[in-house]
């Protein structure tokens, strides 16, 4: 039977585990409420991978096209604005222990400074008893708006971001979307809430091309409205393992991160600060978001190489999961594993639709059109909207070299790869150490005679030695003896330690390859020198000079020399 939300009568008893995440994309730009429904059943067969408490859902949402259709209803006498470029629909949500109307009242006015017109305003677009008790306790004001700019703006992707930034000032109020492209409803609740709760999904004339949608597990986070997903850009199943790294990368950046957020609220933040602010396209961010690794960079023809090498010094690989990821923006739409590939994600196809899903299960197999293609950790494929209405679909390998034709235009990225491997040649060592080490030279950093004893028994018998489990030494800002910085610094991670699927995941991920000087921009040609090493442990004298000869790992006196050649000494 075909679900809707009459039928539906919950799961009970039953098992969960982890996210759960679904886009349905139209092979032809006809707007369906199908493609919304599909995404929506497809939910509610995956609620045992959402949270449940008393058999109420962590939280669903979907985001979909501007279904234009409805805005022509609603808006009546003014319908021919919503063909507009410019239309612009807004959905936001408002604490209600707060004063609701002077809220909005403070946005309103971020609005008129913004030279935007308010064609539509409400906040009785919902049904509260839809939602169960802990929805109920946690709901917010939901407020729908439409707006038309006074005036032409250039880039109104930019505009819009910088007033959701100037809205969510407030930290009462969270911007759901604001956009010329896509609306974003969610709900504290499982999949058949979404239809329930919101008039808009229930109205016949809902209809949407493309649709992602998610059922939250919350770990790391506890649940509310805020924290739903799909946020602006994406929808992510899985933890950011690194997202103390990706906030501070981003903050040196000028991205305007949201206080208290979630990790993947922050990766969307960030990805849409660099397709709205800095005009990357959704390819482009996802490629530089989620970089393959090392040892793949060096298989790839010699250009791919350049663009890789690059996107890793400009950037990094900063957001490390394990994720599977859905995304859209504009006409393009990208879905993702990072390269731990520890997330599913499956794309699906029958004879209307692409879908990708956490679960190949959510179409019954008469209907596939094609083998079910599960996507290897690091594998993007794309979409995007040609000429003619119809969608185009880009495999990895024409991901990739779409994002190169894009960005070489914008960046220098020739030669790039040269830097993969650091080039080791003769300099005159300054001075000679002495090639016997004492005890001295052992305590400088941080060893006792007792560590160099264990190192010699390992060395002798070739087995570990035997002696008390566990970590007995006390922590190092308490410990009144001398400590290494290196004793200061524990393992943080978001929920498990999420072990690499092969040798290559496992090198890249305990990786102690560094770069070495200035770095470059991720969004323009700047002048800049670096030197990637394997190792941070730059040796001096003869044995560092040993080191480079036997091992091609430079010393301390040819990195000094590198950067002296470029006049970019290092201080």
Same mark, same amino acid.
């Given at each position: 039977?075909?679900?809707?939300?009459?039928?539906?009568?919950?799961?009970?008893?039953?098992?969960?585990?982890?996210?759960?995440?679904?886009?349905?994309?139209?092979?032809?730009?006809?707007?369906?409420?199908?493609?919304?429904?599909?995404?929506?059943?497809?939910?509610?067969?995956?609620?045992?991978?959402?949270? $449940?408490?008393?058999?109420?859902?962590?939280?669903?949402?979907?985001?979909?096209?501007?279904?234009?259709?409805?805005?022509?209803? @609603?808006?009546?006498?003014?319908?021919?604005?919503?063909?507009?470029?410019?239309?612009?629909?807004?959905?936001?949500?408002?604490?209600?222990?707060?004063?609701?109307?002077?809220?909005?009242? +403070?946005?309103?006015?971020?609005?008129?400074?913004?030279?935007?017109?308010?064609?539509?305003?409400?906040?009785?677009?919902?049904?509260?008893?839809?939602?169960?008790?802990?929805?109920?306790?946690?709901?917010?004001? $939901?407020?729908?708006?439409?707006?038309?700019?006074?005036?032409?703006?250039?880039?109104?992707?930019?505009?819009?971001?910088?007033?959701?930034?100037?809205?969510? @000032?407030?930290?009462?109020?969270?911007? /759901?979307?604001?956009?010329?492209?896509?609306?974003?409803?969610?709900?504290?609740?499982?999949?058949? #809430?979404?239809?329930?709760?919101?008039?808009?999904? /229930?109205?016949?004339?809902?209809?949407?091309?493309?649709?992602?949608?998610?059922?939250?597990?919350?770990?790391?986070?506890?649940?509310?409205?805020?924290?739903?997903?799909?946020?602006?850009?994406?929808?992510?199943?899985?933890?950011?393992?690194? #997202?103390?790294?990706?906030?501070?990368?981003?903050?040196?950046?000028?991205?305007?991160?949201?206080?208290?957020?979630?990790?993947?609220?922050?990766?969307?933040? +960030?990805?849409?600060? $660099?397709?709205?602010?800095?005009?990357?396209?959704?390819?482009?961010?996802?490629?530089?978001?989620?970089?393959?690794? #090392?040892?793949?960079?060096?298989?790839?023809?010699?250009?791919?190489?350049?663009?890789?090498?690059?996107?890793?010094?400009?950037?990094?690989?900063?957001?490390?999961?394990?994720?599977?990821?859905?995304?859209?923006?504009?006409?393009?739409?990208? $879905?993702?594993?990072?390269?731990?590939?520890?997330?599913?994600?499956?794309?699906?196809?029958?004879?209307?639709?692409?879908?990708?899903?956490?679960?190949?299960?959510?179409?019954?197999?008469?209907?596939?059109?094609?083998?079910?293609?599960?996507?290897?950790?690091?594998?993007?494929?794309?979409?995007?909207?040609?000429?003619?209405? +119809?969608?185009?679909?880009?495999?990895?390998?024409?991901?990739?070299?779409?994002?190169?034709?894009?960005?070489?235009?914008?960046?220098?990225?020739?030669?790039?790869?040269?830097?993969?491997?650091?080039?080791?040649?003769?300099?005159?060592?300054?001075?000679?150490?002495?090639?016997?080490?004492?005890?001295?030279?052992?305590?400088?950093?941080?060893?006792?005679?007792?560590?160099?004893?264990?190192?010699?028994?390992? /060395?002798? @018998?070739?087995?570990?030695?035997?002696?008390?489990?566990?970590?007995?030494?006390?922590?190092?800002?308490?410990?009144?003896?001398?400590?290494?910085?290196?004793?200061?610094?524990?393992?943080?991670?978001?929920?498990?330690?999420?072990?690499?699927?092969?040798?290559?995941?496992?090198?890249?991920?305990?990786?102690?390859?560094?770069?070495?000087?200035?770095?470059?921009?991720?969004?323009?040609?700047?002048?800049?020198?670096?030197?990637?090493?394997?190792?941070?442990?730059?040796?001096?004298?003869?044995?560092?000079?040993?080191?480079? +000869?036997?091992?091609?790992?430079?010393?301390?006196?040819?990195?000094?020399? /590198?950067?002296?050649?470029?006049?970019?000494?290092?201080?």
């Amino acid at each position: 039977m075909k679900w809707s939300p009459e039928n539906f009568t919950g799961f009970k008893n039953e098992e969960h585990d982890s996210c759960g995440i679904v886009s349905a994309i139209e092979k032809k730009r006809i707007p369906t409420k199908k493609n919304i429904d599909d995404c929506i059943d497809a939910l509610v067969k995956m609620n045992h991978r959402a949270g $449940f408490i008393n058999d109420e859902g962590d939280g669903v949402g979907i985001h979909i096209d501007i279904p234009r259709a409805l805005w022509k209803e @609603k808006l009546q006498d003014k319908a021919e604005l919503v063909d507009n470029s410019s239309f612009v629909v807004g959905h936001f949500f408002i604490k209600k222990d707060i004063d609701v109307e002077k809220a909005k009242e +403070t946005i309103q006015g971020h609005f008129s400074e913004a030279n935007f017109e308010i064609l539509y305003e409400s906040d009785q677009v919902t049904n509260s008893d839809a939602l169960g008790p802990m929805g109920r306790r946690e709901e917010p004001c $939901f407020w729908q708006v439409a707006l038309i700019p006074t005036e032409p703006i250039a880039n109104l992707s930019s505009n819009l971001f910088d007033l959701v930034i100037e809205i969510e @000032k407030n930290v009462n109020v969270h911007v /759901a979307s604001l956009s010329q492209y896509h609306a974003v409803y969610k709900v504290l609740g499982a999949g058949d #809430i979404l239809p329930k709760f919101y008039q808009d999904l /229930a109205n016949p004339l809902v209809a949407s091309t493309m649709t992602l949608g998610h059922n939250r597990y919350s770990t790391n986070t506890l649940s509310n409205f805020f924290r739903v997903q799909p946020f602006s850009v994406i929808g992510h199943n899985g933890e950011i393992n690194t #997202i103390a790294r990706l906030r501070d990368e981003a903050a040196m950046l000028g991205v305007p991160l949201v206080d208290g957020a979630s990790d993947s609220q922050d990766l969307s933040r +960030t990805l849409d600060f $660099f397709i709205s602010k800095q005009n990357y396209s959704l390819f482009e961010a996802l490629e530089i978001m989620f970089p393959p690794i #090392i040892n793949e960079i060096k298989a790839f023809p010699e250009h791919l190489q350049d663009l890789y090498s690059y996107i890793r010094e400009a950037w990094g690989h900063f957001a490390q999961g394990p994720a599977g990821i859905i995304s859209r923006f504009g006409d393009e739409a990208a $879905f993702s594993l990072d390269s731990l590939g520890l997330r599913p994600l499956w794309m699906i196809e029958n004879e209307s639709s692409y879908y990708f899903s956490s679960e190949q299960g959510i179409l019954s197999s008469s209907e596939f059109v094609s083998e079910p293609k599960p996507l290897a950790p690091g594998e993007k494929v794309g979409l995007k909207w040609k000429a003619d209405d +119809t969608i185009q679909v880009f495999y990895h390998d024409e991901v990739q070299e779409e994002v190169y034709e894009r960005m070489k235009k914008r960046l220098n990225v020739a030669g790039s790869r040269t830097r993969l491997t650091t080039t080791v040649e003769k300099v005159k060592t300054p001075h000679k150490m002495k090639v016997k080490v004492s005890n001295n030279y052992y305590a400088a950093f941080g060893w006792d005679r007792e560590h160099i004893q264990m190192v010699e028994q390992m /060395a002798e @018998k070739g087995v570990e030695p035997i002696r008390s489990l566990g970590h007995d030494a006390p922590l190092a800002a308490l410990d009144q003896g001398r400590k290494n910085l290196a004793d200061f610094i524990k393992e943080s991670v978001a929920v498990v330690t999420n072990p690499a699927i092969d040798r290559d995941r496992e090198m890249e991920h305990f990786s102690t390859r560094v770069v070495v000087g200035k770095r470059p921009s991720p969004f323009h040609n700047t002048d800049f020198h670096v030197v990637e090493l394997a190792s941070p442990l730059l040796v001096e004298g003869s044995p560092g000079e040993l080191l480079a +000869t036997e091992e091609q790992h430079p010393s301390y006196e040819q990195v000094l020399e /590198a950067f002296k050649n470029k006049g970019k000494p290092i201080t």
